[in-house]
């Protein structure tokens, strides 16, 4: 047994979960076939591994010999490690979620997307009767903005065009339109905001 296969197999025994039995790797590596352009025939002919064995294995049906999992990631060029890594996720807890403020008037709001990088904004709203976005239209120097209405009914104001949402309905703009919201009615408005800040 050479030196490279012995220090791969120690590797490898880090990642085995409680009983020494590896966690569920396949969807991951379909994932990576997937993203490579690769048919399994093709990874076939990369690796010499069986087309019946390279498709247990993406089903979490059979389990790989070290050796093999070494080829067939060599294949997919992706380290072994990252098959076993934890979920990239991040858990926001109801009374976790931080305070922001945004400008609204007569407005709660959440975030929600805490941990991410930057990709998205997520926001839960309570918009309190007649609450609103500021007198005049605003725009946003971002590629769109989505909400969706959980409770009560949102006036959504895109330039001359007035719509009202109401329990379920959602709307998607982009946010450099000149836009604003309120809430008409004399019962408290949540809605869920989604923006991606970086356009």
């Not at 064995?53 to 070494?70: I, K």
Request: contains cysteine.
């Amino acid at each position: 047994m050479d030196l490279e296969f012995s220090v791969t197999r120690i590797d490898a025994a880090h990642y085995a979960g409680e009983g020494g039995e590896m966690p569920p790797i396949g969807p991951r590596l379909r994932a990576a076939r997937k993203a490579k352009g690769l048919t399994l025939d093709a990874l076939v002919r990369l690796t010499g591994v069986d087309k019946s064995f390279l498709s247990r294995m993406e089903r979490d049906l059979t389990s790989a010999s070290v050796a093999t999992l070494v080829k067939v990631c060599a294949a997919l060029d992706i380290k072994p490690g990252t098959l076993f890594d934890p979920p990239k996720a991040n858990l926001v807890r109801a009374s976790d979620a931080a305070r922001v403020n945004f400008g609204g008037v007569g407005v709660e709001e959440k975030l929600l997307s805490q941990g991410l990088k930057g990709e998205v904004m997520i926001l839960n709203s309570t918009i309190h009767p007649h609450g609103h976005g500021g007198e005049e239209l605003y725009t946003l120097d971002t590629t769109l903005t989505f909400v969706t209405v959980l409770e009560g009914r949102l006036e959504f104001i895109i330039e001359d065009a007035h719509y009202f949402l109401e329990v379920g309905d959602s709307m998607t703009v982009s946010s450099r339109i000149p836009h604003n919201w309120r809430n008409p009615d004399d019962t408290p408005t949540r809605v869920i905001w989604v923006t991606n800040p970086h356009p």
